[in-house]
């Protein structure tokens, strides 16, 4: 167990539908990074935030929005979901290592467009 | 922007080989951290590197740093079943930590 907690596990869902993935990071960890990984794909950076403020942007669609709410969880927001928006997202927080940011990822959510 | 290129993107090799993962920046990185993957999990920090020339081991792995900051490859010797899974470099210059494609490493017993 990370620390990092990610809910669902698994979801399933239909074109066009709205989807939220919760995120809660490891005690005392105040960033919150969301990536996503599709099949045969590497981890795609979409948003990083750090105690309740955006911090960093990457790859991020117009379709997509997250928030990092006072007690620190977050929630990545998937809408208007299209086929290949299918792929596993994962949350990670982090810890400084020698000035920089080593990740701790969650267990991910797996997300099925049919 | 900045890319972190990995190669190769898959390797099987025999039980007791060794294998090597290149990673490489287009720009000078400040860091570069490895991550393992195992089927089915989530990516798992192995170690990071800071110094230019660095190298680091942790048992049959060894990881390098290049002299300029731009590259970086990870080395295990004899590999066993257990290593099998998806090895990511990720590098930052910026403070945004870009990860490379990953090389995933099947192992035949």
């Known amino acids: 167990d990370s620390g990092v907690t990610q809910t669902p596990k698994h979801l399933i869902t239909a074109t066009g539908q709205r989807v939220t993935l919760r995120c809660s990071p490891r005690s005392g960890d105040l960033s919150v990074y969301w990536y996503q990984q599709s099949l045969d794909q590497g981890l795609q950076f979409l948003i990083q935030y750090y105690n309740g403020e955006e911090r960093a942007k990457g790859n991020i669609l117009e379709r997509f929005s997250a928030q990092q709410f006072p007690d620190l969880h977050s929630e990545l927001n998937l809408s208007s979901l299209e086929l290949g928006d299918s792929a596993l997202y994962f949350c990670?927080?982090?810890?400084?290592?020698?000035?920089?940011?080593?990740?701790?990822f969650g267990a991910g959510s797996r997300l099925t467009v049919l | 922007g900045q890319q972190v290129m990995q190669i190769p993107q898959y390797q099987h090799v025999q039980e007791g080989e060794d294998f090597t993962t290149y990673c490489n920046s287009s720009t000078t990185l400040s860091n570069i951290q490895w991550y393992k993957q195992r089927p089915g999990g989530h990516p798992v920090f192995l170690i990071q590197?800071?110094?230019?020339?660095e190298v680091k081991k942790q048992k049959r792995l060894t990881f390098q740093f290049g002299e300029a900051k731009k590259n970086s490859s990870l080395h295990i010797t004899a590999t066993q079943t257990t290593d099998v899974g998806t090895y990511f470099c990720?590098?930052?210059?910026?403070?945004?930590?870009?990860f490379g494609q990953g090389t995933t490493l099947q192992v035949k017993p």
């Open positions: 590197l800071v110094k230019s020339g």
């Open positions: 990720a590098g930052s210059n910026t403070g945004k930590l870009i």
């Open positions: 990670a927080s982090s810890i400084r290592l020698s000035g920089a940011n080593v990740l701790t």
